[in-house]
């Protein structure tokens, strides 16, 4: 038996997804500990993500760690990892997917077409900003920082009408909420839980031996396409694969910043192993990689940090 070090984000969602991980680890017959770690998005609950790195600001300072030594491994929400590890850091492995979509919540439960005109909404992503806007350029989407409770928090006191959260992040907090679903494709990885561990560590191998592997072909595939893209979440981007059956299914979706015109392509293969999965999100870039809406992406952060 070997103990096993978790490193993870304190936020109570964080835990939660945490303690998900533990629970497989120790089901092997492993003990497990949870070490929380703040980080620089979980201190700067201002300004959006990609003002400071984008989804690497929840991220970082747990790899950090690891590759001083500190934990034999950490915990993420897949959607915030970016693509490309740090040398000698892989993603271990993938539990089964929760739910992927995207939820409004309102205090009255009404849907995004129910808002009245001029309506507040509040959300951290600039992917899922413009997605409202594309549906609803009569709204006034504004950044809504902080976990999911301090957000829930600032709905009830009136500072908006409705906030954008991801469904399994209510679900995992046992929060049930008035919510509508949203007709988004969403963001890479999202809905997934992943383990982080140093390459050829015990732990990979044992969260290789944990994957669910059509999660894992799922996520080759979105995060391939992220890859190509090369801008993580400081762009509208957005990329749901599907696996149902024997097909492979990859959705994509490029937004301009202001949600008025949008990029999107849809491919699909029979994936005999890893590379194929890794080609499909490959292929769906090349799909619309010519597109004003990928060529202008950079413009996304800009546009909401400033200079």
Excluded at 58 to 67: G, M, N, P, S, W
Aim: hydrophobic share 40%.
């Amino acid at each position: 038996m070997t103990r096993f070090d978790l490193l993870t984000r304190s936020s109570p969602l964080a835990m939660a997804q945490a303690r998900m991980w533990k629970d497989r680890i120790e089901s092997l017959g492993h003990s497990v500990r949870l070490l929380d770690v703040s980080t620089h998005g979980d201190r700067d609950r201002r300004r959006h993500l990609a003002c400071f790195g984008g989804f690497g600001a929840f991220v970082k300072a747990l790899e950090d760690r690891l590759l001083s030594g500190q934990g034999h491994g950490a915990v993420h929400s897949l959607k915030d990892v970016p693509s490309v590890q740090p040398d000698g850091l892989v993603i271990a492995g993938v539990l089964e997917r929760g739910p992927r979509g995207d939820v409004l919540v309102t205090r009255e439960g009404l849907s995004l077409e129910e808002l009245p005109s001029g309506a507040v909404i509040g959300t951290s992503s600039i992917r899922r900003a413009a997605q409202v806007r594309m549906l609803r350029g009569d709204l006034n989407v504004e950044c809504c920082r902080g976990n999911v409770h301090s957000r829930l928090r600032k709905l009830e006191q009136g500072l908006f009408h409705g906030i954008v959260l991801a469904r399994a992040g209510l679900e995992r907090l046992g929060i049930r909420a008035p919510m509508a679903e949203l007709p988004f494709i969403t963001s890479p990885g999202q809905g997934a839980v992943a383990l982080e561990a140093r390459e050829g560590s015990e732990l990979h191998l044992l969260g290789a031996r944990l994957t669910h592997r059509s999660t894992w072909l799922e996520v080759l595939a979105e995060r391939s396409f992220l890859k190509a893209f090369g801008m993580g979440c400081s762009a509208p981007v957005a990329a749901s694969a599907v696996m149902d059956r024997d097909t492979l299914t990859l959705k994509v979706q490029v937004l301009s910043p202001n949600g008025t015109s949008a990029a999107e392509a849809e491919v699909s293969c029979v994936p005999w192993g890893e590379e194929d999965a890794y080609a499909l999100g490959e292929a769906a870039f090349r799909e619309i990689s010519g597109s004003p809406e990928v060529l202008s992406a950079g413009s996304a952060a800009r546009e909401v940090c400033g200079p």
